[in-house]
Antibody, heavy 122, light 111 residues
Framework: QLQLQESGPGLVKPSETLSLTCTVS??????????WGWIRQPPGKGLEWIGS???????YYNPSLKSRVTISVDTSKNQFSLKLSSVTAADTAVYYC??????????????WGQGTLVTVSS | SSELTQDPAVSVALGQTVRITCQGD??????ASWYQQKPGQAPVLVIY???NRPSGIPDRFSGSSSGNTASLTITGAQAEDEADYYC??????????????FGGGTKLTVL
């Protein structure tokens, strides 16, 4: 059974960089059938796609966050990571990592991590 | 980028049928996927593609699409179906299939 687990600091200071890692177990991150994505959810609000990465390192970012986001992959560790720079209180959210199958006619996230709350505060 | 619009809240009597809709230009070209999210939990995929259910999702959940509107139908709603529901689809303004857009979510209340 595929499992994803987010890890990283739960508290980040304003203007600093948020860094999270997603560890994938029960399957290979190097499969050509999947992207791997990050999604966030501010408290009491909806879901927002942050970006996705392919095992080759190709990245796709939400245009509204693109200037501050970097997603990378480490196939040797079966992990992918998120960095979000210059954070503000508006970046306080539960951050999820998820598997993103390569499907032409639609898009979906079929396996999700449990999520990790990141609070931006001094 | 594209947008997907959902009604903020919908209610249904126990055992009745409810349809939750999602509107957006990208749905003219691509299918929506639907997620159920209960408080304090990660979203769960319930419908994807034309009308596909992942393993373990009850067959009372079904999906359909017409024009710029995708629908999630729950036939015979149960108390445990009370949750937030989100649609998503490809962002048609992006030049690659990896670009994603989510709807704002619909809170379903089962009366």
């Amino acid at each position: 059974q595929l499992q994803l687990q987010e890890s990283g600091p739960g508290l980040v200071k304003p203007s600093e960089t948020l860094s999270l890692t997603c560890t994938v177990s029960g399957g290979s991150i190097s499969s050509s059938s999947y992207y791997w994505g990050w999604i966030r959810q501010p408290p009491g609000k909806g879901l927002e796609w942050i970006g996705s990465i392919y095992y080759s390192g190709s990245t796709y970012y939400n245009p509204s966050l693109k200037s501050r986001v970097t997603i990378s992959v480490d196939t040797s560790k079966n992990q992918f990571s998120l960095k979000l720079s210059s954070v503000t209180a508006a970046d306080t959210a539960v951050y999820y990592c998820a598997r993103h199958p390569v499907v032409a006619a639609t898009t979906l996230f079929d396996y999700w991590g449990q999520g990790t709350l990141v609070t931006v505060s001094s | 980028s594209s947008e997907l619009t959902q009604d903020p809240a919908v209610s249904v009597a126990l055992g009745q049928t409810v349809r939750i809709t999602c509107q957006g230009d990208s749905l003219r070209s691509y299918y929506a996927s639907w997620y159920q999210q209960k408080p304090g939990q990660a979203p769960v995929l319930v419908i994807y593609g034309k009308n596909n259910r992942p393993s373990g999702i009850p067959d009372r959940f079904s999906g359909s699409s017409s024009g710029n509107t995708a629908s999630l139908t729950i036939t015979g709603a149960q108390a445990e179906d009370e949750a937030d529901y989100y649609c998503n689809s490809r962002d048609s303004s992006g030049n690659h299939l990896a670009y994603v857009v989510f709807g704002g979510g619909t809170k379903l209340t089962v009366l």
